[in-house]
């Protein structure tokens, strides 16, 4: 576990501190999101777009020397995060309404 949290700085941030309510306000919009979108595909273009904002910051992360740029990565790529797992969410809830109405 710890090789694996020396990479991903994001994933190590929120768990050692209580910066994932980040996190969270990020899950709530793209489960907001998802519901309103209605489509599956566009909700899944979305998460897509979401892991790859995540990713990036990741890298930035380990790339970037600059403490205000990695600040910034880091508070983007927790909401990105928390956006990937909101649209999984969204997903399931649209796939079971769009089932219920037909």
């Given amino acids: 576990m710890e090789v694996l949290v020396k990479y991903l700085n994001i994933v190590d941030e929120i768990f050692s501190s209580d910066i994932g309510i980040f996190m969270f306000g990020g899950l709530i919009a793209a489960i907001v999101i998802s519901i309103c979108l209605k489509m599956t595909k566009k909700i899944i273009i979305s998460e897509f777009i979401s892991l790859l904002i995540y990713v990036l910051c990741e890298i930035g992360l380990n790339i970037s020397a600059d403490y ?31 089932k219920r109405r037909c």
């Avoid at 927790?78 to 399931?92: D, H, K, S």
């Fill in 68 to 98: 205000m740029l990695g600040f910034v990565m880091l508070f983007v790529g927790i909401c990105a995060l928390g956006c990937v797992i909101g649209f999984i969410i969204g997903l399931i809830i649209s796939v079971v309404l769009s």
